[in-house]
């Protein structure tokens, strides 16, 4: 059945470090991609969708790219700050179920000064 | 627009003690999710909603877990009796269409149970 792998956490980095959360995916046809953030006691906000392939996503400095060829999507962000340390979920609709988003296990990142 | 609205924030509970939690979706949304999520892990689905009727449920554990959306507007989660297991955020979503192309979610509940 569908389902979404990501790296798994937690990943430190220093501010201004580059990041990388890789996700990848088995789906059946070429649903749409999502990465949700959730900062710490909060809920679970959209950070960045891509609907096709070769699409790029991107917000607030982060981006990715949906690569068929791959079945991946991994979440990018050339500087990171303090202010990103956050839980990264990768998702995708199970669209045989209703349209359900199915998430990965997160990915827990911490930035430090 | 406001967003999705849930309450309680926090609770504690004893097991085999009954629990509630309210969810208000965004106005015009027509779906409706219940999510549960445990500490270190990504949420799973415990029911959909389609304005008020059910879509799925496969993975409500209907025991001891139950969920209603009347009118199909607001929608409240009951779990009784309540197990140490069932400690954990439950987060209510709602989107405009059935595909789910995206959601918003709720701040969510964040159950203890002891």
């Avoid at chain 1, 501010?15 to 909060?42: H, M, R």
């Avoid at chain 1, 045989?96 to 199915?102: A, F, R, S, T, Y």
């Avoid at chain 2, 085999?16 to 979706?25: D, E, G, K, L, T």
Wanted: hydrophobic share 35%; with cysteine.
């Amino acid at each position: 059945g569908d389902s979404v792998t990501q790296m798994e956490g937690p990943v430190t980095l220093s501010e201004e470090a580059f990041l990388t959360i890789n996700c990848t995916y088995t789906a059946t046809g070429y649903p749409s991609l999502f990465w949700y953030v959730q900062y710490p006691g909060e809920g679970l906000q959209l950070l960045l969708k891509a609907t096709k392939a070769d699409d790029k996503g991107s917000n607030k400095g982060f981006e990715a790219t949906y690569r068929k060829e791959t079945t991946s999507f991994h979440l990018e962000k050339g500087s990171v700050q303090v202010s990103d340390s956050a839980v990264y979920f990768c998702a995708l609709p199970f669209y045989n179920q209703g349209g359900k988003l199915i998430f990965g296990q997160g990915t827990e990142l911490s930035v430090k000064p | 627009e406001a967003g999705v609205a849930q309450s309680p924030r926090y609770k504690i509970i004893e097991k085999r003690q009954s629990v509630a939690f309210w969810c208000n979706p965004i106005s015009g949304h027509a779906t409706l999710y219940w999510y549960q999520q445990i500490l270190g892990q990504g949420p799973k689905l415990l029911i959909q909603f389609q304005n008020n009727g059910v879509v799925d449920d496969s993975q409500l554990p209907k025991d001891r877990f139950s969920a209603e959306r009347l009118k199909g507007v607001d929608s409240t989660l009951k779990i009784q009796p309540a197990k140490l297991e069932d400690s954990a955020v439950y987060l209510c979503a709602s989107s405009r269409d059935r595909v789910g192309d995206g959601y918003t979610f709720g701040s969510g509940t964040r159950l203890t149970v002891v």
